[in-house]
């Protein structure tokens, strides 16, 4: 692990919401790093400002302050375009909601993804390690919330991103599906070596992880490595 | 290494067949209209090109006449000679009569004259013309016995007359032996001074030599002519443009009074062919009617793209969360924005395609078929025109590219954040509105047409453009049934009878021994505005006159006048005004001031005391042009009068509209109705595709359906309402404003007229629309399942 490079390095970051009395601030100079396809797990409670960071790093949103840089290259230097070419080249997204298209099937879900990139995943051998080959003509409606959920990492893993970010990806499905999430996204950390940084509240999740990071309040409380990493399917809650 | 080619095609590309597939109805109901709309207007511009590019080709192939005069008395040969010399002209005698036409037994289209029509049918007949405005054969043949006739195509089909048909000329009868089209004919003006053509009560004819010699009526001494090359070869020249043609015959014209005068005889008529409304009507009425139809086309687009980028917009917002995710992942503004554009645009170029081949195929014969009803048109050969695949298929697809990308990319301008957070209001609104303490429901129906304003404010559009269409379909009928009816009030006197001369042959006043005969006199002027001349009658009206309101009269300054109310309404004058007018053969020119505007609304008109009229034009102290008289004049010689004028010369006009718009009106209404449901489908639609987890939250607490499509359906049907009146407002006065354009064109004016019956006609027309919609909006509602409101996934 200590042999890896540094990807993802963030410094400072400030963020509020509101003016004058209503102004609150969420993040307050958060600095941490993220080393080169590690599955790195933002741990912390509602309102300690995981989700906002995260979108931040993902360039949906802009912090007040602060720099992040991800291999290399400074978000807060990035116009609109760049930041769209940004996500495109490096980033896949996924959500606690699915957000699937309703009128397109499993297989061009994923492709929606595929379609944004240069040097896509195999799509076949994608859908079989998602446990979706069964079901790739199948739209959406037809589908299970914790299947849904594997199309909507398929669709962003496909682009084979450089950058996985998973914003309560286990928060609408139930403990044996979340548990199935939990495991393929670890296979797929495993796999395809791409760099995880997944929110959560649920703390026994950072067992699986390689580095856990726990916010309060917008800062940094901890910021460990994880020396007894323990599979997902040990994971019990 | 990474691979450099990108393998994976845009897969949101199905969505758009998905989408059409998905909502087909919708789609189907688009497509179809604007399939018809357009291959109705390519078939207009099809139509159009090919009968302009006939007009074009007819000077040539039908060597129509650049002009012709009337003379009291045959001229003689010398003054032909000299004009001819003079003016670089050829004069063609082309001398006609005019007898009552008349037909035994009842034919088919007969019925659409009245028994007044069918006696004052006039046939205006030419010996055959062999040089000057030849006739184009419709059908059959020219006529070879001195007992057959050849007769206007248009005017035959009207009454229901056949080739082979027998008709009587005066007390001649006569075999038809074909119909054919004059190019001094195309539309059946019988004077140039008409307000519109007659093509029921007034035919041409065609007749040989001796057929013609057999007539009684009087000969009408007619001389076409035709410019030549200078130099006097004899070669046809037409002008290079219309002032150079103007010129020519401003000058010709001076000329031929001038000569005619000397020898004795006398001018009766001189008619330019580029003011020879016979000639010109019908090639400027396709132009007009190509302008008409390209506004409704552009307009209706315009409407459905508004209904299209609502509908869009709708469908972004619906889709906010995967839009979120598709930009957080990558996805450009752009792209997206194209993707949501294609529906519309893919709906447009097909439905432009189909539309056009239907409109050179199919609808070019409904609009020729239309335009023979009402001209005598030559034959014609349809011309492609890339100008009308232009006009039905870039400019709509224009259209529909613009207004969508306007509205679509407003609504994409938001961050992929606002996206998947469904943030997408630019105000929130930060307190409910209170509302009265009405009834719960009604609170509740009143929530919900505050929250759906934007929705209901498309219906409104519209609906506003469905009122505009039918206060033209409803208004043109009632317009012209109130001016049939309202004809004898709209005219100075139940007789206006115009004299030739006030003298007779022994010198003596002519007079008649009629009580309620009134003198006047009466001149033509021309009123030039707007690049356009209007003629007019200028009336000397005597001291206290029984037919017109005096008062004024008498108290009006040396130069000032009294302007009829058609001309106020067609030119805008008021109390005030300064007017110039000019006479129509001479280089004079009068200035008045108006001093008031009386009541006369049957054409363009002025008014002064005949003293000064006197003064004005310089005519004898005892000088008069005709007698106003409640009784017909009968007691003076027919061959001193030049014309009577009653009320039924006021409705020519409008019976001709009736006849040729009538028909086509009442099936645009329907058409309106149609047109109503399916603008009102759409948007209720989206009004209800808006509402529908409301609808199935409401289902889930218990509500049936009865009381659900209470709330929504009144909601809807109270906009719908208030929409209708405002928009009834506006259509009405919208089409005053196009009824001045339509009018400005002809001489004479009516104002459109919308009678309190045709209000509710427009407002139930609009609501049959809207019932038919709401049935299927209860129908809508009762299928949006009650699962709807918990799904948390699209």
Same mark, same amino acid.
């Given at each position: 692990?200590?042999?890896?490079?540094?990807?993802?390095?963030?410094?400072?970051?400030?963020?509020?919401?509101?003016?004058?009395?209503?102004?609150?601030?969420?993040?307050?100079?958060?600095?941490?790093?993220?080393?080169?396809?590690?599955?790195?797990?933002?741990?912390?409670?509602?309102?300690?400002?995981?989700?906002?960071?995260?979108?931040?790093?993902?360039?949906?949103?802009?912090?007040?302050?602060?720099?992040?840089?991800?291999?290399?290259?400074?978000?807060?230097?990035?116009?609109?375009?760049?930041?769209?070419?940004?996500?495109?080249?490096?980033?896949?997204?996924?959500?606690?909601?699915?957000?699937?298209?309703?009128?397109?099937?499993?297989?061009?879900?994923?492709?929606?993804?595929?379609?944004?990139?240069?040097?896509?995943?195999?799509?076949?051998?994608?859908?079989?390690?998602?446990?979706?080959?069964?079901?790739?003509?199948?739209?959406?409606?037809?589908?299970?919330?914790?299947?849904?959920?594997?199309?909507?990492?398929?669709?962003?893993?496909?682009?084979?991103?450089?950058?996985?970010?998973?914003?309560?990806?286990?928060?609408?499905?139930?403990?044996?599906?979340?548990?199935?999430?939990?495991?393929?996204?670890?296979?797929?950390?495993?796999?395809?070596?791409?760099?995880?940084?997944?929110?959560?509240?649920?703390?026994?999740?950072?067992?699986?992880?390689?580095?856990?990071?726990?916010?309060?309040?917008?800062?940094?409380?901890?910021?460990?490595?994880?020396?007894?990493?323990?599979?997902?399917?040990?994971?019990?809650? | 290494?990474?691979?450099?080619?990108?393998?994976?095609?845009?897969?949101?590309?199905?969505?758009?067949?998905?989408?059409?597939?998905?909502?087909?109805?919708?789609?189907?109901?688009?497509?179809?209209?604007?399939?018809?709309?357009?291959?109705?207007?390519?078939?207009?511009?099809?139509?159009?090109?090919?009968?302009?590019?006939?007009?074009?080709?007819?000077?040539?192939?039908?060597?129509?006449? $650049?002009?012709?005069?009337?003379?009291?008395?045959?001229?003689?040969?010398?003054?032909?000679?000299?004009?001819?010399?003079?003016?670089?002209?050829?004069?063609?005698?082309?001398?006609?009569?005019?007898?009552?036409?008349?037909?035994?037994?009842?034919?088919?289209? =007969?019925?659409?004259?009245?028994?007044?029509?069918?006696?004052?049918?006039?046939?205006?007949?030419?010996?055959?013309?062999?040089?000057?405005?030849?006739?184009?054969?419709?059908?059959?043949?020219?006529?070879?016995?001195?007992?057959?006739?050849?007769?206007?195509?248009?005017?035959?089909?009207?009454?229901?007359?056949?080739?082979?048909?027998?008709?009587?000329?005066?007390?001649?009868?006569?075999?038809?032996?074909?119909?054919?089209?004059?190019?001094?004919?195309?539309?059946?003006?019988?004077?140039?001074?008409?307000?519109?053509?007659?093509?029921?009560?007034? $035919?041409?004819?065609?007749?040989?030599?001796?057929?013609?010699?057999?007539?009684?009526?009087?000969?009408?001494?007619?001389?076409?002519?035709?410019?030549?090359?200078?130099?006097?070869?004899?070669?046809?020249?037409?002008?290079?443009?219309?002032?150079?043609?103007?010129?020519?015959?401003?000058?010709?014209?001076?000329?031929?009074?001038?000569?005619?005068?000397?020898?004795?005889?006398?001018?009766?008529?001189?008619?330019?062919?580029?003011?020879?409304?016979?000639?010109?009507?019908?090639?400027?009425?396709?132009?007009?009617?190509?302008?008409?139809?390209?506004?409704?086309?552009?307009?209706?687009?315009?409407?459905?793209?508004?209904?299209?980028?609502?509908?869009?917009?709708?469908?972004?917002?619906?889709?906010?969360?995967?839009?979120?995710?598709?930009?957080?992942?990558?996805?450009? =503004?752009?792209?997206?924005?194209?993707?949501?554009?294609?529906?519309?645009?893919?709906?447009?170029?097909?439905?432009? +395609?189909?539309?056009?081949?239907?409109?050179?195929?199919?609808?070019?014969?409904?609009?020729?078929?239309?335009?023979?009803?009402?001209?005598?048109?030559?034959?014609?050969?349809?011309?492609?025109?890339?100008?009308?695949?232009?006009?039905?298929?870039?400019?709509?697809?224009?259209?529909?590219?613009?207004?969508?990308?306007?509205?679509?990319?407003?609504?994409?301008?938001?961050?992929?954040?606002?996206?998947?957070?469904?943030?997408?209001?630019?105000?929130?609104?930060?307190?409910?509105?209170?509302?009265?303490?009405?009834?719960?429901?009604?609170?509740?129906?009143?929530?919900?047409?505050?929250?759906?304003?934007?929705?209901?404010?498309?219906?409104?559009?519209?609906?506003?453009?469905?009122?505009?269409?039918?206060?033209?379909?409803?208004?043109?009928?009632?317009?012209?049934?109130?001016?049939?009816?309202?004809?004898?009030?709209?005219?100075?006197?139940?007789?206006?009878?115009?004299?030739?001369?006030?003298?007779?042959?022994?010198?003596?006043?002519?007079?008649?021994?009629?009580?309620?005969?009134?003198?006047?006199?009466?001149?033509?002027?021309?009123?030039?505005?707007?690049?356009?001349?209007?003629?007019?009658?200028?009336?000397?009206?005597?001291?206290?006159?029984?037919?017109?309101?005096?008062?004024?009269?008498?108290?009006?300054?040396?130069?000032?006048?009294?302007?009829?109310?058609?001309?106020?309404?067609?030119?805008?004058?008021?109390?005030?005004?300064?007017?110039?007018?000019?006479?129509?053969?001479?280089?004079?020119?009068?200035?008045?001031?108006?001093?008031?505007?009386?009541?006369?609304?049957?054409?363009?008109?002025?008014?002064?005391?005949?003293?000064?009229?006197?003064?004005?034009?310089?005519?004898?102290?005892?000088?008069?042009?005709?007698?106003?008289?409640?009784?017909?004049?009968?007691?003076?010689?027919?061959?001193?009068?030049?014309?009577?004028?009653?009320?039924?010369?006021?409705?020519?006009?409008?019976?001709?509209?009736?006849?040729?718009?009538?028909?086509?009106?009442?099936?645009?209404?329907?058409?309106?109705?149609?047109?109503?449901?399916?603008?009102?489908?759409?948007?209720?639609?989206?009004?209800?595709?808006?509402?529908?987890?409301?609808?199935?939250?409401?289902?889930?607490?218990?509500?049936?359906?009865?009381?659900?499509?209470?709330?929504?359906?009144?909601?809807?049907?109270?906009?719908?309402?208030?929409?209708?009146?405002?928009?009834?407002?506006?259509?009405?006065?919208?089409?005053?404003?196009?009824?001045?354009?339509?009018?400005? =064109?002809?001489?004479?004016?009516?104002?459109?007229?919308?009678? =309190?019956?045709?209000?509710?006609?427009?407002?139930?027309?609009?609501?049959?629309?809207?019932?038919?919609?709401? +049935?299927?909006?209860?129908?809508?509602?009762?299928?949006?399942?009650?699962?709807?409101?918990?799904?948390?996934?699209?």
């Amino acid at each position: 692990m200590s042999q890896k490079e540094m990807f993802l390095q963030i410094n400072d970051l400030h963020k509020s919401f509101g003016s004058g009395d209503t102004k609150q601030e969420v993040l307050r100079g958060m600095t941490f790093s993220v080393k080169k396809g590690e599955f790195c797990v933002l741990l912390g409670p509602s309102g300690s400002g995981k989700s906002t960071l995260l979108n931040i790093i993902g360039g949906i949103d802009a912090a007040d302050s602060g720099t992040i840089s991800i291999d290399g290259e400074l978000l807060k230097d990035m116009n609109e375009k760049a930041l769209t070419q940004y996500r495109r080249r490096h980033l896949g997204y996924v959500f606690q909601l699915y957000n699937l298209i309703a009128n397109l099937n499993v297989k061009e879900n994923i492709e929606v993804g595929a379609y944004l990139s240069d040097h896509p995943l195999d799509i076949d051998d994608l859908l079989k390690t998602l446990g979706l080959w069964e079901h790739r003509y199948k739209l959406p409606n037809q589908l299970s919330g914790g299947q849904q959920q594997r199309v909507s990492i398929g669709r962003a893993i496909v682009k084979n991103p450089d950058l996985l970010l998973c914003d309560e990806p286990t928060g609408a499905l139930d403990y044996t599906t979340s548990k199935e999430i939990l495991q393929l996204i670890e296979q797929i950390n495993h796999k395809y070596g791409n760099t995880i940084i997944m929110v959560t509240h649920n703390e026994p999740i950072r067992g699986m992880a390689d580095h856990v990071i726990k916010l309060r309040d917008g800062i940094v409380r901890t910021d460990e490595y994880n020396e007894n990493k323990i599979p997902a399917a040990q994971l019990e809650w | 290494m990474k691979k450099a080619i990108q393998t994976v095609k845009n897969p949101l590309r199905r969505r758009i067949l998905r989408e059409f597939t998905g909502d087909w109805k919708k789609y189907l109901v688009i497509g179809l209209f604007l399939i018809l709309m357009i291959g109705f207007i390519s078939g207009v511009y099809v139509a159009n090109g090919s009968m302009l590019t006939a007009f074009d080709e007819s000077p040539a192939k039908y060597r129509t006449e $650049d002009g012709h005069f009337v003379l009291s008395d045959e001229a003689d040969r010398e003054l032909l000679d000299r004009l001819e010399d003079d003016e670089n002209i050829t004069i063609y005698q082309n001398y006609y009569r005019e007898e009552k036409e008349s037909w035994s037994g009842e034919l088919k289209g =007969r019925e659409k004259l009245s028994k007044k029509q069918k006696n004052d049918v006039r046939i205006r007949i030419y010996t055959l013309r062999e040089d000057v405005d030849l006739p184009c054969i419709m059908s059959g043949r020219l006529p070879e016995k001195e007992d057959e006739i050849a007769i206007d195509r248009m005017h035959a089909e009207n009454v229901g007359l056949k080739v082979g048909g027998k008709l009587k000329a005066g007390d001649r009868n006569l075999t038809i032996t074909g119909f054919v089209s004059n190019a001094d004919y195309t539309t059946l003006f019988e004077n140039s001074r008409d307000m519109m053509f007659d093509a029921l009560t007034f $035919d041409v004819g065609l007749m040989t030599q001796e057929g013609v010699d057999t007539l009684s009526a009087p000969v009408r001494y007619n001389y076409s002519y035709l410019f030549t090359t200078e130099g006097g070869n004899g070669q046809i020249e037409r002008a290079a443009d219309d002032i150079k043609e103007k010129e020519k015959n401003d000058d010709l014209m001076e000329n031929l009074y001038q000569k005619v005068i000397l020898t004795g005889n006398q001018v009766d008529d001189f008619v330019p062919a580029y003011a020879n409304q016979a000639i010109q009507f019908a090639p400027e009425d396709f132009s007009s009617d190509e302008a008409m139809a390209g506004i409704i086309l552009y307009v209706l687009i315009a409407v459905l793209a508004f209904v299209f980028a609502i509908t869009i917009s709708n469908t972004i917002t619906r889709e906010s969360t995967v839009i979120g995710t598709l930009r957080a992942s990558g996805f450009s =503004r752009g792209e997206l924005i194209r993707h949501y554009m294609a529906a519309p645009l893919i709906v447009t170029l097909i439905s432009a +395609l189909i539309g056009n081949l239907l409109g050179y195929t199919y609808f070019k014969n409904v609009v020729v078929a239309m335009y023979y009803n009402s001209y005598g048109l030559p034959t014609y050969e349809t011309v492609m025109s890339s100008e009308a695949l232009i006009k039905t298929t870039i400019i709509p697809i224009v259209i529909m590219f613009v207004i969508n990308l306007i509205v679509i990319a407003h609504k994409m301008r938001y961050t992929p954040l606002q996206f998947l957070r469904r943030d997408l209001k630019k105000h929130k609104r930060s307190k409910a509105m209170r509302l009265p303490s009405f009834f719960f429901l009604s609170r509740f129906r009143l929530r919900v047409l505050i929250q759906n304003i934007s929705g209901y404010f498309i219906l409104f559009v519209g609906i506003c453009f469905v009122m505009i269409m039918l206060a033209m379909a409803v208004g043109m009928p009632d317009s012209l049934g109130y001016y049939q009816k309202k004809a004898p009030e709209m005219v100075i006197a139940p007789y206006e009878t115009l004299v030739k001369t006030d003298h007779d042959i022994y010198g003596e006043v002519i007079k008649t021994k009629e009580k309620s005969a009134e003198q006047f006199s009466a001149s033509s002027l021309v009123y030039t505005t707007g690049g356009r001349d209007e003629n007019l009658e200028v009336y000397g009206i005597i001291k206290d006159s029984e037919y017109l309101d005096s008062e004024k009269l008498n108290d009006l300054d040396k130069d000032e006048i009294i302007v009829s109310k058609a001309m106020a309404g067609k030119f805008k004058l008021k109390t005030g005004d300064t007017i110039r007018l000019s006479a129509k053969y001479e280089d004079k020119k009068y200035t008045f001031k108006i001093a008031g505007i009386n009541s006369y609304e049957a054409g363009s008109a002025v008014f002064m005391p005949v003293d000064r009229f006197r003064d004005t034009f310089d005519t004898e102290d005892d000088s008069f042009s005709g007698w106003f008289s409640r009784e017909k004049i009968s007691d003076v010689d027919e061959k001193y009068i030049l014309n009577e004028i009653t009320a039924k010369d006021i409705t020519k006009m409008v019976d001709q509209l009736d006849h040729s718009m009538g028909d086509y009106m009442h099936y645009f209404q329907y058409l309106c109705i149609g047109l109503s449901a399916i603008l009102m489908f759409l948007l209720t639609k989206l009004i209800i595709e808006r509402n529908e987890n409301p609808i199935s939250m409401t289902k889930i607490l218990g509500y049936t359906n009865r009381e659900i499509s209470s709330i929504y359906v009144t909601a809807t049907t109270i906009a719908v309402i208030i929409s209708e009146f405002i928009a009834a407002w506006i259509g009405y006065e919208v089409m005053i404003q196009l009824w001045k354009k339509i009018m400005s =064109r002809m001489n004479g004016w009516f104002d459109f007229y919308l009678s =309190r019956q045709g209000v509710i006609k427009m407002l139930l027309f609009v609501f049959i629309g809207y019932l038919i919609v709401m +049935l299927l909006d209860f129908r809508r509602i009762k299928k949006i399942p009650m699962d709807q409101a918990l799904k948390v996934v699209d």
